[in-house]
């Protein structure tokens, strides 16, 4: 075994619970990755080893017990906006720089539940805002594919992490595409759940009507491992589904037979450039072989999707970050009164984008604007929730883009709107709160440069089609293999499954 | 009667009897050690989210039931945006447009018996911020001081929020409004509502408009009123303040007021604030409430008699005066003692004077409530009857009563074996009259003589020789009789 961290979760935890290797072996492994590898990639903004080094012993003691761990010694990174109790939790932003949780998330707990080791907790977008991680307020990622390179984001760190076999999985949070576009990037499967199917207590809101946990994973099988043990009702989150999980891991497949795939007529590739067009009518072109029926969807409302979700997820987030006041943890910059501690406090621990979307949403929400913008854009989201159900009269799943290019250079997305553009084919089915997974699709070389990039294909299906969209990626990325094409660019070779 | 009449709007925060708090499982107690009843929830730690408490919202649904409010089938949870230290999130979750429930309204007495009724402009559910003590000036008061200390025990309890139309014309109806408010939600047991523990806090707005007018004078709010007592001297204050001031041609300033009990006036604290810009949006940690239409019945069902009934039977059904009503509703287990020995002994008025008379002495003197004393209702049901047919006389009965509160048990078993029972037979009775009248010539010839007030003694002797058994009226009648 070369890289622990980087063979699969499901090997991993089967030679753990064989016996056949310690959890604590595999975590000094994955420690000694982290420690060869960060300097360059940066995924983590705390590696914690005494932590991971503590969770390996107690996962060994469970094992020499007898108990069995889906996820015995499998490395895992948390993304940094996600609560572990006694870890620094900062969410990436200045202002939560030395906040320790009293607390720890219910889907981490899970995931330590089952024998996963936290070996660190990953970079973002500040407050999970952004699609490249360039607005971490704290750390520079960089893409393990070619260092020059965006992560992407809001997951960027998690990402990374796993593409650079720093952990073999990892949890991310998506609210417009925040696992899906990092996954796409970095070579990597990333998932979103259905909305309300994991947990979000102990979750840093952005915005909280959107926000949804899920695993970024080398393959399919992995992310359906990591998903098994998170979804399912949670009693601290009243936003949580109460509804039984069917395993997603007994439902892989091989075949697309019988499944009838949606290709959206709004989301023409052509405009995307010549050779990323040419991986998704490659990729289309796969799911037929594969034994899928295409049939062509419409989702008129679809081009909305930007306008609603930057009017939505603003207005959450203003009310949701203002609580970060100074008064009670996190950052404070004294004052003589109160108002003006508030003022300097949030002007010195905020950075730009995090300032731009709650500026964004107060104004949505204040009176006399309440109704022209976020009453309407809530009306808009219930139309496009309807485009997609209409849809999905007439497919299984939708097969998309999870990004409109490959990895970008660090600087090259310099005004807000091409960079939330970023998002243009993972926000619509965040607004209709659907479950979406970017797989490994094949790859371009960006112009100016000799290093091929990942391109992600993201499929969607119904609410609650968890174990039916997770078998289709499955059998698609057994099929193609685009992940194993290439691998990092890091001195080290990774040896994967 | 003053040419001004007053109108006045009350708003009360009436928190919640739970055992927990709001939006978390931290117990809902009063008091404790600064900030040690909390948890990642109620301090709004970065990640934790809010789970509505089932309680609280039924406490709603029955309250808003009791005040005859609409129960609409859907509900939502808003956020109320503003920054303030001691509220955790920086919003408050409170019901913007649809809380709960809908309308509604209070009916209350007053001294003179009136019923009238208050409409609610609203009641909806909310959560309590903490609590801040500023340290470092003199008086305690925000201005001057170095430091703030913010406790947040009390963050997060559930609390009702109920707020009456101006429809209360002066001090007298505001606290009879409160009283009935009060009573209402003790009989529900959905609060204490303890104004010394902060579990009811109320701000009075109010007007004043020529009698007759029906324009809206420009109001104030009237704050730190910390009991009934405290209401109404500020209220009276308040109305005294405003008409002298148009009575010198001034005007009254929109303005929010601090009531000095102490000093017994009331302080400007703010003018007219700048209009606050809450930006409530639906809160999305929280799904939208629905109440199912046969829970509001079962809830409906379940509703014990309310305060403003029980005092419509109590002076319409029974004739207890304003006074005896108001004391009974006051004291629950009294007046459900009351109203047992009344279900059995069918006569209230009797019920009446034994139970505020001389169980209520006896009580005092003892100190043991009425309903745990060994007096069961039952039994204080058989002396009315007892006395009512004229087995026993009144000073019999007094005797009675006091054995019966030792455990004396069954009062007609106690008349049965000693033989207690009242002398109503004449012939009896004129033997017994024979015989005191003998025995005393001296007292007979002084009667005779026109001394007509000695006739007491004699009766009195009558009774003593009947061991207090004979009908007094009786004796009373054969001794005059005899005399004459």
Not at chain 1, 19 to 35: P, W, Y
Not at chain 1, 63 to 69: D, F, Y
């Amino acid at each position: 075994m070369s890289d622990a961290a980087a063979r699969s979760a499901t090997a991993i935890a089967a030679d753990v619970q064989a016996g056949r290797v310690s959890a604590r072996e595999i975590t000094e492994k994955a420690l000694a990755r982290v420690a060869a590898v960060e300097p360059r990639v940066g995924a983590y903004l705390t590696v914690l080893d005494a932590a991971a080094r503590a969770a390996a012993d107690r996962v060994d003691a469970c094992i020499r017990a007898g108990e069995r761990l889906p996820l015995a010694g499998v490395p895992l990174a948390i993304k940094d906006n996600m609560a572990l109790a006694g870890s620094r939790t900062t969410a990436a932003s200045k202002i939560l720089a030395d906040w320790v949780a009293p607390y720890t998330a219910t889907a981490v707990a899970r995931l330590l539940a089952a024998g996963a080791i936290p070996i660190g907790k990953a970079n973002l977008d500040e407050f999970a805002m952004g699609s490249s991680c360039e607005n971490s307020a704290l750390g520079t990622t960089r893409n393990p594919y070619d260092l020059e390179r965006v992560p992407g984001g809001s997951s960027g760190g998690s990402a990374a992490a796993v593409a650079a076999g720093e952990a073999t999985i990892a949890l991310g949070s998506d609210t417009g595409g925040s696992i899906r576009e990092p996954a796409a990037f970095c070579n990597v499967v990333g998932f979103k759940p259905t909305y309300g199917r994991v947990s979000r207590y102990g979750l840093i809101a952005f915005a909280s009507s959107l926000d949804q946990i899920g695993p970024l994973a080398h393959t399919v099988a992995d992310a359906a491992l990591v998903y098994d043990a998170i979804a399912g009702g949670d009693p601290m989150d009243a936003t949580s589904l109460d509804r039984p999980v069917e395993p997603a891991s007994a439902r892989l497949r091989d075949d697309l037979r019988g499944c009838k795939i949606g290709i959206v007529r709004q989301f023409d590739t052509q405009t995307l450039g010549d050779d990323v067009d040419a991986v998704y009518r490659r990729a289309y072109r796969d799911l037929e072989a594969l034994g899928a029926e295409l049939v062509e969807v419409t989702l008129p409302t679809a081009d909305y999707g930007l306008a609603t979700y930057y009017l939505i997820a603003p207005a959450e987030c203003s009310s949701n970050l203002a609580r970060f006041d100074g008064v009670r943890y996190g950052l404070r910059v004294d004052a003589d009164d109160v108002r003006e501690m508030y003022a300097r406090t949030r002007a010195a621990g905020f950075g730009p984008e995090v300032k731009r979307r709650i500026l964004i949403g107060t104004y949505a929400l204040s009176s006399g604007y309440y109704d022209a913008y976020y009453v309407r854009a809530q009306k808009a989201r219930t139309l496009i929730a309807r485009d997609f159900e209409r849809a999905f009269q007439s497919c299984d799943l939708i097969a998309a883009p999870a990004a409109s290019c490959p990895a970008f250079r660090f600087n090259a997305k310099s005004d807000p709107y091409s960079m939330y553009l970023m998002d243009y084919y993972t926000i619509p089915m965040s607004l209709a709160g659907l479950p979406a997974l970017s797989v490994p699709c094949g790859w371009v070389t960006p112009d100016g440069s000799t290093r091929p990039m990942p391109l992600g294909l993201q499929l969607c299906g119904p609410l609650f089609s968890e174990p039916l969209l997770l078998g289709a990626a499955h059998a698609y990325e057994s099929a193609t293999g685009h992940a194993r094409a290439h691998r990092p660019a890091l001195d080290e070779a990774v040896d994967h499954v | 009667m003053s040419e001004f009449e007053a109108v006045i709007g009350i708003e009360c925060h009436v928190e919640l009897k739970t055992d927990a708090k709001m939006f978390c499982g931290c117990p809902n107690t009063f008091g404790g050690e600064p900030n040690t009843n909390v948890c990642p929830v109620c301090l709004g730690l970065p990640g934790a989210l809010p789970v509505p408490n089932a309680r609280a919202i039924e406490h709603m649904l029955r309250a808003g039931l009791a005040f005859d409010a609409e129960i609409p089938a859907f509900s939502k949870f808003d956020r109320k945006n503003y920054f303030y230290p001691d509220m955790p999130k920086d919003y408050q979750i409170s019901q913007y447009d649809m809380p709960l429930t809908q309308g509604g309204a209070v009916r209350y007495w007053l001294a003179d018996g009136t019923l009238k009724v208050c409409r609610l402009t609203r009641i909806h559910l909310e959560e309590d911020t903490g609590k801040s003590t500023h340290a470092g000036s003199s008086d305690g008061r925000i201005a001057g001081s170095t430091f703030s200390l913010i406790d947040f025990n009390r963050a997060g309890v559930p609390l009702m929020e109920c707020v009456s139309e101006p429809e209360l014309h002066g001090a007298d109806e505001a606290v009879a409004y409160l009283e009935a408010l009060r009573r209402t939600l003790l009989a529900l047991g959905v609060s204490d509502v303890k104004m010394e523990e902060g579990s009811l806090r109320c701000d009075a707005n109010i007007s004043i408009r020529p009698r007759g007018s029906r324009e809206l004078g420009t109001k104030t709010e009237i704050k730190n009123m910390n009991s009934f007592r405290s209401v109404h001297r500020a209220i009276e204050s308040e109305i005294a303040r405003q008409i002298a001031l148009i009575e010198r041609g001034e005007r009254v300033t929109q303005e929010t007021r601090g009531w000095d009990e102490a000093r017994g006036v009331s302080v400007s604290m703010r003018s007219k604030e700048e209009a606050h810009d809450y930006r409530y949006f639906p809160d999305p940690d929280l799904t939208p409430l629905s109440v199912a239409p046969a829970r509001v019945e079962e809830l409906r069902a379940q509703m014990p008699e309310r305060p403003w009934q029980q005092f419509e039977r109590y002076t319409g059904e029974y004739g207890l005066s304003v006074t005896q009503a108001t004391q009974l509703i006051d004291a629950p287990a009294l007046a459900g003692y009351f109203d047992r020995v009344v279900a059995i002994a069918g006569n209230a008025r009797a019920a009446t004077n034994f139970v505020l008379g001389d169980l209520s002495r006896l009580a005092n003197e003892r100190s043991v409530a009425v309903a745990e004393s060994a007096v069961a209702p039952e039994h204080l049901a058989e002396l009315i009857a007892l006395v009512e047919a004229k087995q026993i006389n009144s000073k019999i009965a007094k005797e009675l009563l006091e054995r019966m509160w030792d455990g004396a048990g069954s009062p007609r078993a106690i008349v049965e074996r000693e033989g207690l029972s009242q002398t109503s037979d004449p012939a009896a009775v004129a033997a017994l009259v024979d015989g005191v009248l003998a025995a005393h010539p001296a007292v007979v010839a002084e009667y005779r003589a026109g001394k007509v007030n000695v006739a007491g003694f004699l009766v009195g002797n009558v009774m003593k020789a009947s061991r207090g058994k004979a009908d007094p009226a009786l004796v009373q009648e054969l001794v005059k009789q005899r005399l004459g």
